[in-house]
């Protein structure tokens, strides 16, 4: 196989020693990864890893590493039998085909639920009358990586000053947060004053229709556009076939710097279908049009949704956070000292017609944001933090999560798919849909933990006959262009296994959860390196490929189960200073071969002789 230097090794069982797996004594072929883009399959390198030790004992080590989850209602429940329950969310990102890495997840209540319950073929304990400041498992990033709030409490703010505290520290230390209510004032209560959400969303003032005021009724945000078959526009219309359409908030780029047409899109990763690449261009090879196939255009509707912000506001960005007796900046800066704010990750329709059984009318049609997002991982860290403030995402309502909007239920009609119960097929639709719960969950996970995903998806690389063999001889592969080479031969199998843009995420958070190493990711992350010489994917490739090397390193060359086990089950953790100090050493390597490149640029621009202008 071929990397970087275009030739093929020869590793005959001489070479190799005697090995007790067929491929490891035979000659390879170049690596003929062939990826079709709507199809990624994480069993590829998943099955890979179980054959070399058991499922069981991975499970068992993987553990500290998945997401751990606090979900956390106030009205809403968790009942597979109600409308308002959120079962089929929690089965969507918990046990539903296409979840590469499941989470652990905590059911919480405001008040008393039902307990247990059994969702999909799990069984939850449901803590009720919870509170963040006398929780039993304290609301600590050593337990915790995401909040879910799904609040539909209207009245004012109802978290008392310790909680706000535990929430507070937890946001601030890097810890992803989800927050969403509905019309009106719902879930004003639990959400309307937690720092930066409260300015990411409307928490009090989109009416829902049924004021006295016609003038003010509608100005309410109805997503269900289409009437269905029957041509009516009926409540239960939220609980057909139909979804609405979103439109995603592309950041676009010009990239020639100059009055020419090149360009280059990138969506945010909530909106990225498996498959989806990272980049796309007018240059791309099938057409302007050809990447955007991929990208999330779908959410369930309803009659009267809320409305998400961008904050861009100088007065909003520069504030200070007080609530709960709290005092500090409230969006903090960039290295640059320049405030982080939340943008608008994509919008939607409001242009219902009058609802059928109800007084509502039909509302003043316009666009509006559907879901913003605030990147903690952007902004310093706060003052006593080693991590930087975690991430956010609000919604504009949990209608796009309840089981009423995805499968019909309580209502005669079946949803986004067909059947019930545990029948329930979901649509394409609603599989678009499950897929942005998930990339939710990915995207929230503290910058820290981004080494839990790629030290498992590097050992499962680092096992596969297709890479076997070249990891033998390490020190063939040691300079800048043997790394890049190989990051791009394991850059094929993760593409195969999560589609072409999960890595990369991965690959700037671990650059930014590290000091020394975060303004790098921070340009990456923004597109600062569009338009100029420098190639970001070649350092990511580079990097990939340094890190696969460590894990050489880590791993013992004939994949003794023994030593294996050794060397995995502690995780990460125990390799993490290896891992890191091998980021760093790839990363200068990158870095100064691509400064002498353009300095060979420069230098050869300077010696010309340019004809004088007449």
């Known amino acids: 196989m071929q990397v970087a230097e275009g030739r093929e090794q020869d590793h005959s069982p001489a070479c190799v020693g005697s090995l007790p797996w067929s491929f490891a004594c035979k000659r390879l072929q170049p690596l003929a990864l062939s990826w079709t883009a709507s199809m990624p399959n994480p069993d590829i390198l998943r099955t890979t890893l179980d054959a070399r030790l058991s499922a069981e004992l991975i499970n068992r080590w993987q553990r500290p590493c998945r997401p751990r989850l606090l979900l956390l209602v106030d009205g809403l429940n968790y009942l597979p039998t109600d409308g308002f329950g959120l079962s089929r969310f929690v089965e969507a990102i918990s046990q539903a085909p296409g979840v590469s890495t499941r989470p652990i997840v905590t059911l919480a209540h405001r008040a008393a639920h039902a307990s247990p319950v059994t969702i999909g073929s799990e ?8 509170n963040f400041a006398t929780a039993a498992t304290p609301v600590t990033l ?30 601030n230390g890097g ?23 409260r300015h990411m969303r409307e928490w009090q003032n989109v009416p829902m229709g049924g004021e006295a005021d016609a003038g003010v009724a509608v100005n309410r945000i109805d997503t269900v556009v289409n009437p269905g078959a029957n041509g009516l526009y009926e409540f239960v219309d939220q609980s057909d076939a139909i979804p609405q359409r979103i439109y995603p908030n592309y950041r676009v780029t010009d990239t020639d710097g100059l009055a020419g047409s090149a360009w280059q899109a990138t969506l945010h990763p909530l909106l990225r279908l498996p498959g989806a690449p990272a ?100 902004a310093q860290p706060y003052q006593g933090q080693n991590q930087r403030p975690g991430r956010i995402v609000c919604d504009s309502t949990w209608h796009h999560f309840v089981n009423i909007n995805l499968d019909g239920t309580g209502t005669g009609r079946t949803g986004l798919g067909s059947g019930s119960g545990a029948s329930f097929t979901p649509s394409a639709d609603l599989e678009k849909i499950y897929t942005y719960y998930r990339n939710i969950v990915a ?52 593409t195969l296994a999560y589609g072409p843009a999960a890595t990369k995420d991965l690959l700037i958070g671990a650059l930014q959860a590290e000091a020394s190493t975060a303004p790098i990711g921070d340009l990456i992350a923004n597109g600062g390196m569009a338009g100029s010489s420098v190639d970001a994917e ?25 030593r294996m086990q050794e060397a ?20 200068n390597l990158g870095v100064a071969q691509q400064t002498e490149r353009v300095e060979r640029g420069l ?12």
């Open 603 to 614: 230098k050869l621009l300077r010696s010309l002789k340019l004809p004088a202008l007449v």
């Open 279 to 378: 980049i796309r261009s007018n240059t791309d090879a099938g057409g302007p049009a050809s990447g955007f196939s991929l990208d999330m255009d779908v959410l369930p509707d309803h009659p009267h949704e809320s409305v998400c912000y961008d904050v861009t506001s100088a007065a909003v960005l520069g504030g200070t956070y007080t609530i709960g007796g709290q005092n500090f900046p409230e969006f903090q800066p960039n290295s640059a000292n320049q405030r982080v704010g939340a943008e608008i990750v994509a919008f939607a329709v409001s242009g219902g017609r009058a609802v059928q059984e109800t007084w509502k009318p039909p509302v003043r049609p316009r666009m509006f944001g559907v879901i913003s997002a605030y990147d903690g991982r952007l």
């Open 443 to 494: 995207w929230l996970q503290p910058a820290n933990r981004a080494w839990c995903s790629l030290f498992w998806d590097l050992t499962a690389v680092r096992v596969h006959p297709s890479l076997f063999e070249e990891l033998l001889d390490r020190e063939r592969l040691s300079g800048w262009s043997q790394q890049v080479g190989l990051g791009r031969q394991a850059q094929q199998l993760l």
């Open 175 to 197: 810890g992803g947060v989800f927050a969403t209510g509905d019309h009106a004032a719902l879930g004003r209560a639990l959400c309307g004053s937690l720092p930066r959400i």
């Open 123 to 130: 069984s939850y304990t449901v803590l009720s009358n919870f």
């Open 142 to 171: 050593a337990n915790y990586d995401q909040i879910w709030i799904f609040g539909i409490g209207p009245g004012p703010f109802a978290l008392s000053n310790p909680e706000v505290a535990v929430i507070a520290s937890f946001m």
């Open 568 to 587: 995995l089950e502690k995780g990460p953790l125990p390799h993490l200073p290896a891992l890191q100090g091998q980021l760093r050493q790839s990363l």
């Open 538 to 562: 070649v350092l990511l490739d580079g990097i990939v490929g340094g890190l696969l090397l460590q894990m050489g390193r880590i791993l013992p060359d004939d994949l003794d189960p023994k």
